[in-house]
T-cell receptor
Framework: GEDVEQSLFLSVREGDSSVINCTYTDSSSTYLYWYKQEPGAGLQLLTYIFSNMDMKQDQRLTVLLNKKDKHLSLRIADTQTGDSAIYFCAGGGYQKVTFGTGTKLQVIP | DVKVTQSSRYLVKRTGEKVFLECVQDMDHENMFWYRQDPGLGLRLIYFSYDVKMKEKGDIPEGYSVSREKKERFSLILESASTNQTSMYLC?????????????FGQGTRLTVV
């Protein structure tokens, strides 16, 4: 099955950019996703990228996909305290999605 | 708005008890999932279902079973709860039949087995 790995923790200052990285093993994943989990809540989809794309931009979020290296990243520009959360990358196709371990983002005011 | 509702936010059960975790979704989604979330391990898939009365094992099904008698409801059953099943349980649903399987999550049930 798919393995998805992330670093567990990232700390940035308010106003800086955050970059959260993810590596995955299954190159057949059709879509790759970024989910956000705020304290005490379930996960919410932030953005996704189709596997034949290299980059997707959505306001402050930029997703980069390097299929050769099986590497996915999420860049958050002008990081705010409200961005403090756990971020999960995930990959999959029909029906089943595999989630990474999650990266806890701490934003320092 | 898609809504996935889990019946309890917090549960405390005794070792050996049979535990039912209920999940209901209101978007007519075909797919439903049960995950457990543990620090440093992320989300691990326990079971999923892509249709009524259908179920598939995920990555860690041991000690669990599921039931899907109606499309909107997916139940997770711990046949005999053990302390190593203390965890956060997350239910999710998604629309079937397309590759973009955005999942919608419930708020989670934090289960403590004592």
């Amino acid at each position: 099955g798919e393995d998805v790995e992330q670093s567990l923790f990232l700390s940035v200052r308010e106003g800086d950019s955050s970059v959260i990285n993810c590596t995955y093993t299954d190159s057949s994943s059709t879509y790759l996703y970024w989910y956000k989990q705020e304290p005490g809540a379930g996960l919410q989809l932030l953005t996704y990228i189709f596997s034949n794309m290299d980059m997707k931009q959505d306001q402050r979020l930029t997703v980069l996909l390097n299929k050769k290296d099986k590497h996915l990243s999420l860049r958050i520009a002008d990081t705010q305290t409200g961005d403090s959360a756990i971020y999960f990358c995930a990959g999959g196709g029909y029906q089943k999605v595999t989630f990474g371990t999650g990266t806890k983002l701490q934003v320092i005011p | 708005d898609v809504k996935v509702t889990q019946s309890s936010r917090y549960l405390v059960k005794r070792t050996g008890e049979k535990v039912f975790l209920e999940c209901v979704q209101d978007m007519d989604h075909e797919n439903m999932f049960w995950y457990r979330q543990d620090p440093g391990l992320g989300l691990r898939l326990i079971y999923f279902s892509y249709d009524v009365k259908m179920k598939e094992k995920g990555d860690i099904p041991e000690g669990y079973s599921v039931s899907r008698e109606k499309k909107e409801r997916f139940s997770l059953i711990l046949e005999s709860a053990s302390t190593n099943q203390t965890s956060m349980y997350l239910c999710a649903s998604s629309y079937g039949g397309v590759a973009n399987t955005e999942a919608f999550f419930g708020q989670g049930t934090r289960l403590t087995v004592v």
